[in-house]
């Protein structure tokens, strides 16, 4: 099969998606000038960059992350353990701008350490980040936003021997449609320069 986007795909549904998979969940914690909570979770998100650490996400429309971020300049990115796919999936939900989606969640709230901005309590790890830059993509309401990482926490549990182990708390991943990954098993591969 070959389709050009433009011209359509003919599927029920998009396997764009689907095809770029599986995808790291960043849930992204951030407060506005009101100092309402908000809380959601976007899979296009990644690192960018190791010196300085630098991560992004993309939100497709101008969702209330992104007009907090332009308010504040910061954002802090959470990582999605299984055993909270539920709170990640309800954080989803289209709210009012004035809703505390952290307790129309039913999250913990901690505080970060170096921006005034909220955090996700009891997750992975958690990056606190500056915002550097947020780009406006070809297409109706795409925008990337950009993060210096200035801090970083990470839960006493998935430390195993100095190294910070997936597999205690089972990252979820995006895939397409309405289907998630989980992470339970990792190998290792020596590069040929090693």
């Known amino acids: 099969m070959f389709y050009r986007p433009k011209d359509g795909h003919g599927l029920p549904h998009n396997p ?4 770029v998979a599986p995808r790291p969940i960043g849930w992204i914690s951030t407060i506005g000038a009101d100092g309402v909570r908000n809380v959601a979770p976007y ?3 990644n690192a960018v960059a190791y010196t300085p650490p630098q991560v ?4 497709n429309g101008a969702k209330d992350s992104l007009h907090n971020i332009r308010e504040t ?3 802090c990115t959470n990582v999605v353990a299984h055993d909270m796919r539920g709170p990640m999936n309800k954080s989803s939900t289209a709210l009012p701008r004035h809703v505390d989606e952290f307790a129309h969640a039913g999250l913990d709230v901690a505080e970060c350490e170096t921006i ?3 955090r996700i309590l009891g997750v992975p790890a958690s990056f606190e980040c500056r915002m550097t830059q947020i780009l406006e993509l070809e297409g109706e309401d795409n925008f990337v936003i950009f993060g210096t990482v200035t ?3 990470i839960r006493e ?3 195993k021997g100095g190294r910070f182990d997936v597999t205690t708390f089972q990252p979820l991943a995006r895939l397409g449609y309405r289907d998630y990954a989980v992470v339970e098993r990792v190998f290792t591969l020596d590069r040929p320069d090693d």
């Open 157 to 159: 549990d998935c430390l």
């Open 43 to 45: 899979s296009f998100f």
């Open 73 to 75: 300049g910061v954002f």
């Open 56 to 59: 992004m996400f993309a939100s």
């Open 151 to 153: 801090g970083v926490h």
């Open 116 to 118: 005034d901005c909220p």
């Open 16 to 19: 764009f998606n689907a095809i």
